[in-house]
């Protein structure tokens, strides 16, 4: 059987970085005489054969519940999705050092967030509720919000500010969230504008976002209040794919997505996939394929930013064996 690679898939620039950061990691541990123990924060990427292959050669996952049970001198990687200052703190408390790993769009978000947040503005993220990046940018806008009421109108915030938000929100929660999640137009349309976000909100959204559905977010919101400051947060990378699948779903009968069934990209292509193909499938490895797909001839191959080479290369390999 005929395969056809889309132009662009595999590990974006942000997904490579982590992932590269880890094996460093792991190699420095295995040089060195003590023997750190090696963890992220949570997985690393969304993608089971990635994080299989790092836990192969030692890497555990942290849950945010076990920090303070790490032991002094461990290492943890903070996963690509983005950290919250305050978790990073608390992490640092425990003696152990960080390898920052988030994306660097990821933190330019998470910059914007709190900066905004910090002169008082309303921040209104377009993004899924749960996603790890999401988390992190909410959680630097309100404790942002703290930080600016402790610290004054006055206060220059830059790319350095973390240690100070972290710093005032552990010593109390913040007492009004400037923060706004918005997950679809439906929620953009319901949305209760209050009279001061007209003057000073900003709309950011989730870097793996569909970029069609924030559009639709921008359209409304930006009807409802007249003073909103629009910043398109997505990453290139999210475009770039779903660009290259269009074109790649004209030449071919069947269309394969390669993804984690935890990645928003990998999903969000796959929707993708089946709105131009009613022939798609999503895989996470060559495992997951069909034992046929239905007289296809040629079968297009395409992969969400958190897929790995070799688990690209086995399910092509296992296409053309057909």
Do not use: W
Not at 122 to 140: M, N, T, Y
Not at 290 to 296: E, I, K
Request: proline letters at 4%.
């Amino acid at each position: 059987m005929k395969t056809v690679r889309s132009k662009v898939l595999g590990f974006c620039g942000g997904v490579s970085r982590a992932f590269q950061s880890a094996l460093r990691a792991l190699d420095e541990a295995d040089s060195s005489q003590r023997k750190p123990k090696i963890f992220s924060l949570g997985p690393l990427i969304h993608n089971q054969a990635a994080l299989d292959k790092l836990g192969a050669r030692g890497l555990k996952i942290l849950e945010e519940s076990q920090i303070d049970s790490l032991e002094k001198g461990s290492v943890v990687i903070a996963r690509a999705h983005g950290v919250s200052p305050l978790v990073l703190e608390r992490i640092k408390e425990r003696g152990a050092s960080v390898v920052d790993a988030t994306c660097p769009r990821v933190a330019l978000s998470q910059r914007m967030a709190a900066e905004f947040s910090a002169k008082g503005m309303f921040v209104i993220l377009a993004g899924d509720k749960g996603h790890a990046e999401v988390k992190a940018v909410e959680e630097s806008a309100v404790f942002s919000s703290k930080d600016f009421r402790a610290a004054g109108p006055d206060a220059n915030f830059t790319a350095d500010s973390g240690a100070r938000i972290a710093g005032f929100a552990k010593n109390e929660p913040p007492a009004k969230s400037r923060f706004i999640l918005v997950q679809n137009a439906v929620e953009a349309q319901d949305l209760l504008v209050m009279d001061e976000m007209r003057a000073a909100s900003v709309l950011l959204s989730q870097t793996t976002f569909s970029p069609d559905e924030f559009k639709k977010i921008s359209r409304i919101l930006s009807e409802k209040i007249s003073g909103l400051k629009v910043l398109d947060t997505i990453c290139p990378a999210t475009d770039e794919r779903q660009a290259a699948l269009a074109e790649l779903a004209k030449k071919v009968d069947a269309l394969v997505v390669v993804g984690g069934n935890k990645s928003a990209n990998s999903l969000r292509l796959f929707e993708l996939a089946q709105s131009f193909c009613p022939r798609s499938y999503f895989v996470q490895s060559a495992d997951d394929l069909p034992n046929d797909f239905g007289g296809a001839e040629t079968v297009g191959i395409a992969a969400g930013a958190s897929s790995p080479d070799f688990v690209i290369d086995a399910v092509e390999r296992k296409i053309q064996a057909m």
